[in-house]
């Protein structure tokens, strides 16, 4: 029975270690700079976010109206930004440079004009 | 009645086109017996549009492109709309007059072979709803004169996928067709990953070309970029076509995608429709292109 709680244990940490939850080698830890982000249509606030390289981040994302997407394809990351549930995403930035995001769930008219960018600094 | 024209008399015969693009497996000849035909795509039309100092000639843009599809010597023997009829608004009632107004408008073109598919302007916000109650299906095939077109609806989805349901479906479709089947897909927007940091991708859409590698022909034609762009992934071409109510920058040219002004000295500049013809002697397809008006 013991075995069998350390075998639930053990599989419930490495679910949530690889879904990136707060736990696991190198993972985000109290510490860790959290960046909340709402989303409106038709805009980001913030819309420019600046990194740095190596270091973790949280990126914490809120919808105050509908559906939104959070896209930036050169850092390789994503998600739908829903009202009324949370989504976050984990992230050290192991490259500098400028990136641009977008919304990639069409909202209306000026959803392409819903940008922002991530700036890695050295 | 239908009759052959070679490529030399049908931009004699069209008059007003401009730019010629070579498209398909070049050196592989029709087959024998197939009659060759021309049809028209028109694209990205954003009926309800309204920004003078984008195009002031908003509310003519398309009347003229009709005029001009219209006054063409031969006429098409279809006519493919890909997508974008309509700019979008969050009032569904002011959607179903858009849509509305821009199907009386496409009603006037003499060809009454007329095909259509959602932009994600026409369906995004409403999954197509809207759009159903004016056109038939988002997504599906036909046959016209031994080629076998297949449209995709990549933007009902606000995601901008295909999805799962419909994939399987153009896998049975697929399935239904001769590996040496000549194939030519409608989409809005392009399957590939063209810029998706300015949406211009399908999420999926590496799934539908993966479907269709297996076929020897295959020509993908769409819309969503409103300018010319022709690529190719493996053996397949996608050529994109210009829009009629205005242009975008060349892909990640500009640090934004933003549209482009409209120009006094060079009106409907970027503006513009295309033919595609069947009749090659090396290649699939002959991709003609024309501006708005005759000018």
């Keep these: 029975m013991r075995l069998l709680r350390k075998a639930a244990a053990f599989f419930f940490l490495l679910v949530v270690w690889l879904m ?91 959803h392409e004009n819903m940008t922002g960018e991530i700036i890695v600094t050295e | 009645m239908n009759r052959e024209i070679d490529r030399r008399e049908f931009l004699k015969l069209a008059g007003i086109g401009s730019v010629v693009f070579a498209s398909g497996l070049h050196g592989m000849a029709y087959a024998a017996g197939k009659e060759d035909f021309f049809f028209i795509q028109m694209s990205d039309s954003h009926w309800g549009f309204n920004d003078p100092r984008i195009n002031p000639d908003a509310k003519i843009t398309l009347k003229k492109a009709v005029e001009t599809v219209n006054s063409l010597t031969t006429q098409p023997d279809f006519i493919m709309f890909t997508g974008d009829l309509t700019h979008t608004t969050d009032d ?30 026409d369906a995004s916000l409403d999954n197509g709803a809207a759009y159903l109650e004016y056109f038939e299906k988002t997504h599906y095939t036909f046959q016209h004169k031994g080629v076998n077109f297949i449209v995709i609806d ?11 349901s419909q994939l399987q479906w153009l896998g049975t479709e697929l399935g239904k067709l001769d590996k040496d089947a000549r194939i030519v897909v409608f989409t809005h927007r392009p399957l590939f990953d063209l810029a998706p940091s300015w949406d211009w991708a399908t999420r999926d859409g590496a799934k539908a070309i993966d479907l269709l590698m297996p076929f020897r022909s295959v020509t993908v034609f769409y819309g969503h970029i409103h300018q010319e762009n022709h690529h190719v992934t493996g053996h397949i071409p996608h050529h994109s076509a210009k829009g009629l109510m205005y242009p975008l920058p060349a892909p990640l040219s500009l640090p934004k995608k933003v549209q482009l002004p409209w120009d006094p000295a060079t009106p409907y500049k970027g503006l513009g429709f295309r033919s595609i013809s069947t009749k090659m002697t090396y290649g699939d397809y002959t991709v003609t292109e024309y501006p708005v008006t005759k000018g």
């Design chain 2, 154 to 164: 990549n933007v009902s989805d606000p995601t901008g996928s295909i999805g799962d």
């Design chain 2, 92 to 121: 569904g009632k002011e959607r179903r007059k858009r849509l509305s107004e821009f199907r009386d408008i496409v009603s006037n073109l003499k060809v009454k072979d007329v095909r259509f598919m959602p932009g994600e302007h």
């Design chain 1, 20 to 110: 990136g939850g707060p736990v696991g080698p190198g993972a985000h830890a109290g510490s860790e700079k959290v960046i909340k982000i709402t989303a409106k249509r038709f805009e980001y606030n913030p819309s420019t976010i600046t990194l740095k390289k190596g270091e973790p981040v949280t990126l914490e994302f809120a919808s105050l109206d509908r559906p939104h997407g959070f896209n930036s394809p050169g850092l390789g990351i994503r998600t739908d930004i829903l009202p009324g549930k949370a989504s976050t995403i984990h992230l050290t930035p192991d490259k500098a440079g400028t990136f641009p995001f977008h919304c990639d769930l069409f909202c209306g008219d000026g």
